[in-house]
C-alpha cells in the first residue's frame, strides 16, 4: 500500500502490457489499485515464486468488486537503503 501511495513503483516489461497491466498504461490509477488490494479477501490472495528468480516471492490478488473480478501479480526489490519498490506484473481484469 505504501510503494502505490508513495509512487514507489514499475512495471515488469512483457508482451500485451495495454491488456495485462492498466497500471502501466494509465488505464487504473494507484489509488485504484490499492483499493481492489484492500478488497481482497484471504481467499483471493497467494504467494508463489517468481519464474525468472525463485529467491523472488510474488504476491497475486484476486479481488471481486462490482461483480468483476480483477488479477493483481506483483513483487517487491530491494532499493537503496530501507526502501522496497513493488514491480507490477499484472493488473487487469480476470479473463483478459
Do not use: C
Not at 504476491?59 to 480483477?70: I, L, M, Y
Amino acid at each position: 500500500m505504501a510503494a502505490l501511495r508513495d509512487g514507489n513503483f514499475e512495471h515488469q516489461a512483457r508482451e500485451a502490457l495495454a491488456e495485462k497491466n492498466l497500471l502501466a498504461v494509465g488505464d487504473v490509477d494507484a489509488n485504484e489499485v490499492a483499493a481492489l488490494v484492500l478488497k481482497t479477501r484471504s481467499e483471493d490472495y497467494g504467494e508463489s515464486p517468481h519464474h525468472w528468480d525463485q529467491s523472488v516471492v510474488v504476491h497475486t490478488f484476486t479481488p471481486t468488486v462490482r461483480e468483476q473480478r480483477w488479477y493483481i501479480k506483483v513483487y517487491f526489490v530491494e532499493t537503496d537503503g530501507d526502501d522496497r519498490k513493488a514491480v507490477f506484473i499484472s493488473v487487469h481484469r480476470a479473463g483478459n
